[in-house]
């Protein structure tokens, strides 16, 4: 599915409920990170960033809002650290998450009482296989001196779905790498926010989607290069 595509959305949302008659829960958890400075920012990347990050979990809120208020049920928006902090070599990519933190709050007053919304910013997360220097700068940065696991974000989603008494809030998974020394405005480091999304993976879910196949190719390259 298109998730970037309003009429696939759709389309899937209907196939999910002729198979389960029922919707309990929302993950828009569709991402890419495309690196687009001021100057290198193209139409095609622009409109790819927004498109996949913030246009798809806009339309599959609205597909899925009148399932999920007859369940009485939650939507869990993935925003990142990108969202908060001023990356200048991935502007579209800090543009778009700092969009779904604000869809995020919209949409946890729109859809009151009924559904529950809530976004998750995740950062400083390593995987297995990332190289050692990657955890060693993201202990660096944050004041928890460790780096995240994707079972920390996992638990982060669980905990917002089973909470019945929040909504509209962004929890940042980043062991405090947002708050520290002024990183709000100063963290500049090459990596970016979530170096995980530049090979391909955004927490253990690979990408690209059909929407986005730029990002694909993005992929490709940094991957032979590296």
């Not at 969009?99 to 976004?119: D, F, Q, S, W, Y």
């Not at 004041?143 to 089973?162: I, K, N, Q």
């Not at 962004?170 to 500049?188: K, S």
Request: glycine letters at 8%; hydrophobic letters at 45%.
């Amino acid at each position: 599915m298109d998730v970037a595509d309003a009429e696939q959305v759709k389309a899937g949302f209907k196939q999910v409920i002729e198979k389960f008659g029922r919707l309990d829960i929302l993950v828009n958890s569709a991402a890419n990170f495309l690196p687009a400075s001021i100057v290198s920012t193209t139409e095609q990347v622009w409109d790819a960033s927004l498109g996949t990050n913030l246009k798809a979990p806009f339309f599959c809120a609205q597909a899925a809002a009148p399932l999920l208020k007859r369940s009485r049920g939650a939507i869990i928006n993935f925003a990142d650290v990108g969202g908060l902090l001023a990356w200048t070599g991935y502007i579209p990519h800090c543009v778009s998450k700092a969009g779904v933190i604000m869809l995020t709050r919209c949409l946890a007053k729109e859809l009151a009482p009924e559904v529950r919304v809530n976004a998750i910013a995740p950062g400083t997360i390593t995987m297995p296989g990332d190289p050692p220097e990657w955890e060693e700068d993201f202990i660096k940065r944050a004041p928890l001196l460790r780096s995240g696991r994707p079972s920390d974000v996992a638990e982060t989603v669980v905990f917002l779905v089973r909470s019945e008494f929040i909504t509209g809030q962004v929890i940042v998974v980043d062991g405090g790498r947002t708050f520290r020394g002024g990183a709000m405005l100063n963290d500049q480091s090459e990596g970016g926010p979530c170096r995980e999304l530049r090979r391909g993976v955004f927490y253990g879910i690979e990408w690209p989607y059909k929407s986005d196949a730029l990002a694909a190719k993005l992929a490709r390259k940094r991957k032979t290069r590296n």
